[in-house]
């Protein structure tokens, strides 16, 4: 995955990683299959370079956010496993208050991943409320009262 997040990075699409990866790289101990990212729903050029880069792995080309929220979540098996691309969150603001607010975490082989920042990511979790997350969310709230959520 350091070579999609990498390649992410140089074509300058516009992503925050979400769910179970970005818990990991924010401390807390998870295992997840997926990769999540939250991507601006109406961004022309960002679904362009996305589309670009990813041409040889998609079966579909990722498109906007319908008028009435159709392609909310886009997923794609690729040879780096399952992609889901959320064009909104339950309980986070629109997508660019989210990317101005993000943190940038490292991957363990040093790979930069512009992440959801723990009070989004927390937000989230907590709008979602579903029984995977109630660990994340008590895994947060600790960093938030330890006064080391970023």
């Given amino acids: ?20 990866q970005a ?18 729903p109406r961004d022309g050029e ?3 370079r996305l589309n670009r880069l990813l041409e040889a792995e998609l079966d579909m080309p ?10 909310f979540i886009q ?7 399952v992609i889901q691309f959320h064009l909104g969150l ?7 208050e989210a990317e101005r607010c993000a943190v940038l975490r490292n991957t363990e082989d040093g790979t930069s991943v512009r992440c959801l920042s723990g009070i989004h990511l927390l937000a ?9 997350d109630q660990a994340d969310i008590e895994f947060l709230m600790e960093l938030q009262r330890l006064g080391k959520l970023a």
């Avoid at 997923?75 to 496993?81: D, S």
């Avoid at 339950?90 to 660019?96: E, H, I, L, M, T």
Wanted: proline share 9%.
């Fill in 124 to 132: 989230s979790k907590q709008a979602a409320n579903r029984p995977q």
């Fill in 75 to 81: 997923t794609y098996q690729t040879r780096w496993g």
């Fill in 1 to 20: 995955m350091n070579e999609l997040l990498q390649e992410f990075n140089r074509a300058g699409i516009r992503y925050l990683l979400v769910g179970g």
């Fill in 46 to 48: 960002n679904f362009a």
């Fill in 23 to 40: 818990m990991r790289l924010t401390g807390m101990p998870r295992f997840s299959m997926d990769w999540d990212f939250f991507i601006p």
């Fill in 62 to 71: 990722l498109i906007p956010l319908g008028p009435g929220g159709e392609n």
């Fill in 90 to 96: 339950p309980g986070v603001p629109r997508f660019d």
